[in-house]
């Protein structure tokens, strides 16, 4: 009997995937960056546009879940053919290999996550694998062609992640001669030609993005959890049973066989790189999904030719496999046995009935403003507040429809000044109708003066700088919502926040800054902490206006 052609099966993942992207409701992320197709640019406040573009192309074919995932559905089939071209020639005749690269590529957890989910790791896997590619063919011949499209390729994998340069400097650093070449800078030119409309938004934009990443999403904190975590997450993603046998034979040869350099350099360099990083901050585990690529290349070309394996992969495989499919079955059960994502339509629908036309915000929830607009097709802001930064909404200007205006405003937890009634699927909902509504997301205030050592305890004079870019004044005295500043200090994730006692400021004018001097007292005890200045509407939580800054306290 004939055995069916390997390549029939990834057509039925490819079919798996289509239908679960049609039958699984929306996730957040993906609500989140169906937003950003909806308002396309060359960057946005955390991520590259790439994963923008691919929902709104999708979204041109088909819509709803469907039109936010097709492309990935594709990108897959894509990506899988582009590993497939890492293998060398040689192992590619051998028995049973594109049918043994199947198993592989089908047990790994974020092939198979990102084959029917959209995030920037999907495009970062695409273009990763295709730059891969172009890298071989680079490091053993580096004509002007394949210079070219080395440097176009890798703008494509910046444009998708930061993430990306990883994959870009690793793959290099395992090759340091290729630096010396003048192919090198050509292509690092082409690359950096492709990628200034994204330098130039960061620029328009402060470089907000970088900052982000790098100060804002840091707890700069050792935590033995952080460290255990990443260790467990490394060993799920890349597969416990494939990463054993890599492990295994690794160590059995004592050497590196002979696998390309550059494929241990991204294994090793991504998982020691976010390994440090666990040391300071929690590291996600989707953060290591390029260290697939190598991988599944290396492991392939060891289940291949070390026979003593090939029993214990093919178990392997059939019970990642199994395991995988049936985590896939049970995104796409009843909403009983999948709360976190069932389909919310009727929810944010009756959001939408209760608003009586008011314009919707939420409360420290972009997920919860994305799902709003993605059913209702109505706008909803995300009103992110303290103790929690800036996102993507901040930077959309939602003050041409929420300034001033009545806003019916969603919480997610209870607050003194919220009020609450039940749902129809029995959920408590947390809301305010607010009038006069204040959008001081673009506002800016600096730090002029602040005692060093702060001293607790003690009543002290401060300074600060206030920038209103919009073109309306900044009340501090009058209105529904009258300002006023907060001193927020962060210790870890602990934080508490002091009510400045006292300023000389009763109005911003639109478009100005101003210098505004104050008191105030902290109780806190002796140590160092982060520094961040607010300003409260009325009642409502306070917005964050500034970077946090390092200050100390003592006794």
């Known amino acids: 009997m004939k055995k069916p052609d390997p390549r029939i099966f990834f057509f039925l993942v490819f079919l798996l995937n289509v239908l679960q992207s049609v039958w699984m409701p929306i996730t957040e992320d993906e609500a989140y960056y169906w937003m950003y197709a909806q308002n396309l640019d060359w960057g946005y406040f955390d991520h590259p546009p790439m994963v923008a ?42 028995k049973n290999s594109l ?63 930061y993430h990306g340069v990883l994959v870009i400097g690793l793959s290099f650093l395992a090759y340091p001669k290729l630096l010396l070449k003048r192919r090198f800078y050509i292509s690092l030119i082409i690359g950096i030609v492709c990628f200034i409309p994204h330098i130039i938004w960061q620029y328009q934009h402060g470089f907000i993005s970088i900052k ?58 991504g998982i020691v790189f976010f390994g440090l990083s666990a040391f300071r901050d929690h590291v996600e585990p989707h953060w290591i999904a390029f260290t697939v690529l ?45 709360p976190l994502l069932e389909d919310e339509s009727a929810y944010y629908h009756e959001i939408q009935q209760l608003a009586g036309g008011e314009q919707v915000a939420f409360i420290n929830s972009y997920h919860g403003a994305a799902k709003f607009t993605f059913y209702t097709g109505e706008d909803a802001f995300s009103y992110n ?16 429809t929420y300034q001033g205006a009545d806003v019916f405003l969603v919480g997610d937890w209870p607050s003194f000044y919220l009020d609450t009634l039940w749902m129809q699927d029995g959920s408590m909902l947390y809301y305010k109708h607010v009038k006069d509504f204040q959008v001081l997301s673009r506002v800016h205030a ?12 003690v009543i002290q004079d401060f300074k600060l700088k206030i920038e209103n870019p919009y073109d309306y004044p900044l009340h501090f005295d009058k209105g529904e919502l009258p300002l006023s500043i907060e001193l927020f200090f962060f210790h870890g994730r602990d934080y508490t926040h002091r009510i400045v006692e006292s300023v000389d400021v009763e109005v911003i004018p639109a478009q100005s800054s101003k210098i505004i001097t104050g008191t105030f ?21 306070a917005v964050p206006v500034s970077l946090r800054t390092d200050v100390e306290i003592v006794r």
């Open 521 to 541: 007292k902290t109780e806190l005890p002796s140590g160092h902490y982060k520094l961040g200045i607010a300003l409260r509407p009325g009642d409502l939580t």
């Open 99 to 161: 049918l043994y690269f199947f198993l592989i590529i089908v047990s790994m957890p974020l092939l198979n996550l990102y084959g029917f989910v959209t995030t920037p790791d999907t495009p970062l896997l695409l273009f990763s694998a295709i730059y891969l590619v172009l890298f071989k063919r680079y490091i053993k011949d580096d004509n002007l062609q394949n210079t070219i499209w080395l440097g176009v390729v890798a703008s494509l994998v910046l444009y998708s992640k």
């Open 446 to 457: 600096d730090l002029v003066h602040m005692p060093e050592p702060i001293k607790s305890g």
């Open 212 to 269: 982000y990443h790098l100060l804002y999403r840091t707890e700069n904190e050792l935590l033995l959890a952080n460290i255990l975590n990443y260790m467990l997450n490394v060993i799920l993603v890349l597969n416990p049973f494939l990463f054993a046998i890599f492990i295994f034979n690794l160590i059995k040869n004592k050497a590196t066989g002979d696998f390309p350099l550059h494929y241990h350099f991204l294994l090793w360099g």
């Open 294 to 338: 190598p991988l599944i290349a290396m492991v392939h070309q060891v289940v291949l030719t070390e026979s003593r394996f090939h029993k214990f992969f093919r178990i392997a495989a059939i019970i990642s496999i199994a395991i995988l499919m049936i985590a896939r079955i049970a995104l796409m059960l009843p909403n009983r046995f999948n």
């Open 385 to 400: 507040c303290m103790p929690y930064g800036k996102k993507q909404y901040d930077y959309w200007p939602y003050e041409k």
């Open 53 to 94: 573009l691919m929902i709104w192309l999708g979204d041109l074919i088909f819509k709803g879940t469907l039109g936010v995932r097709i492309i990935s559905n594709i990108a897959w089939l894509i990506t899988s053919y582009a590993i497939w071209l890492l293998v060398e020639d040689q192992y590619k005749k051998e």
